[in-house]
């Protein structure tokens, strides 16, 4: 399983990344630092047969440049990546962002926890759900 994180602050990167190293999925996260930097790993994937597409993708909304709506539209624009899980974890709580994103057709919108004890929830929560009992499409090529 892969995970694609477009996360522009480092803390929470690291923060999600020891999360995940603690329930055992930090070899699965790939992260970038802006939307255009993600849109372009997802788009050189979709040239490149050899690497695959990740099975989800965490996109905070806040991102200098392409913004994640921005990112999220591009995305679901692509009908070679509209089937691709998108989850937007973001510091916003605000309910325009939550509708919007829905809009945008986000697969789920995660408000972050503070501390790690709350990120290791959410990576455990992410990795029950979209790996134990969702399927993906992305099982198809496995």
């Known amino acids: 399983m892969e995970i694609l994180l477009i996360e522009d602050n480092p803390a ?6 020891v999360a995940a190293a603690e ?5 699965c996260i790939h ?7 993600g849109l372009e ?13 990740p ?5 905070d909304l806040n991102l200098p440049g392409i913004d ?9 624009e692509n009908h070679r990546l509209t089937h691709l899980p998108v989850v937007v974890l973001t510091t916003s709580d605000d309910y325009t962002d939550v509708v919007a994103s829905y809009e945008l057709h986000a697969n789920a919108f995660i408000t972050k926890p503070l501390g790690l ?4 929830e ?8 979209w790996f134990a009992l969702a399927r993906l499409p992305s099982e198809r090529a496995r």
Do not use: H, M, N, W
Request: proline letters at 2%; hydrophobic letters at 45%.
């Open 41 to 53: 790993a997802l788009e050189q994937r979709l040239t490149d047969s050899t690497a695959p597409l």
């Open 31 to 37: 992260t970038y630092e802006t939307g255009e930097a």
């Open 23 to 27: 329930t055992g999925l930090a070899d």
């Open 122 to 129: 959410v990576v455990e929560g992410i990795e029950s759900f």
């Open 55 to 59: 099975d989800l993708v965490l996109l």
């Open 117 to 120: 004890d709350g990120f290791v």
């Open 68 to 76: 994640g709506k921005a990112v999220l539209k591009a995305i679901r």
């Open 12 to 17: 929470d990167a690291q923060l999600l990344e």
